[in-house]
């Protein structure tokens, strides 16, 4: 019975999150309201703050649902010990997806990290820092095993997740193929580089 209440406490907190993420899309999250996402999900005002105290926790719901996605997708990359090359492939396409699938997410996630309380904004920037540590030690392995040229790493990274993460700025209105098409388009650039050889 206890499992069971919690579920439904689970899927009634993944609602409100999802809600509001997509509200924050359409009015923006300053102009969002408590009272906005109650009525996004049918709830009495009083009940939504039984599940979260604060719009700002809503907001670090949203950023820790995409991150924790982000993370979870590439963990299971390596358990299946895909090429180095295919597992950056699947970094691009993971965001990519994001921003497809969950607009609102990625918007807040991008453009609202610092109206996060100080220490809601401490464990995002460790959890990024850490994300931004595996795609840069990702690209070190390739780079040590010859698959990949000679780089500085962690600057290579922080070029990769910029190209990636800039998308949702552009993804809505360039949409003429599929995200793994794209996400292959530009890893194919990113990888090869431009120059003729």
């Not at 993944?14 to 309201?33: N, P, R, T």
């Not at 590439?74 to 970094?91: C, F, I, M, T, Y």
Request: net charge positive.
């Amino acid at each position: 019975m206890a499992l069971k209440r919690s579920q439904v406490f689970g899927d009634r907190r993944d609602q409100i999150i999802q809600a509001s993420a997509e509200l924050f899309e359409k009015v923006g999250y300053h102009g969002a309201s408590m009272q906005m996402v109650a009525d996004a999900v049918k709830l009495g005002k009083p009940t939504l703050y039984y599940y979260f105290k604060s719009k700002t926790d809503i907001l670090y719901a949203v950023h820790e649902s995409l991150i924790v996605d982000l993370r979870e997708r590439h963990a299971a990359r390596v358990v299946q010990k895909l090429p180095l090359d295919a597992q950056l492939l699947g970094v691009c396409t993971d965001i990519f997806r994001q921003i497809d699938e969950h607009p609102g997410y990625t918007r807040a996630f991008f453009e609202h990290h610092d109206e996060l309380n100080d220490s809601q904004k401490g464990e995002m920037r460790r959890q990024r820092n850490e994300y931004l540590e595996t795609v840069s030690g990702l690209i070190a392995a390739g780079v040590k095993s010859g698959l990949f040229g000679k780089c500085e790493p962690r600057l290579t990274a922080l070029g990769f997740l910029g190209m990636c993460n800039f998308a949702y700025k552009w993804w809505p209105r360039e949409r003429q193929r599929t995200v793994e098409a794209t996400a292959q388009a530009l890893c194919k650039v990113f990888l090869e580089g431009l120059l003729r050889r």
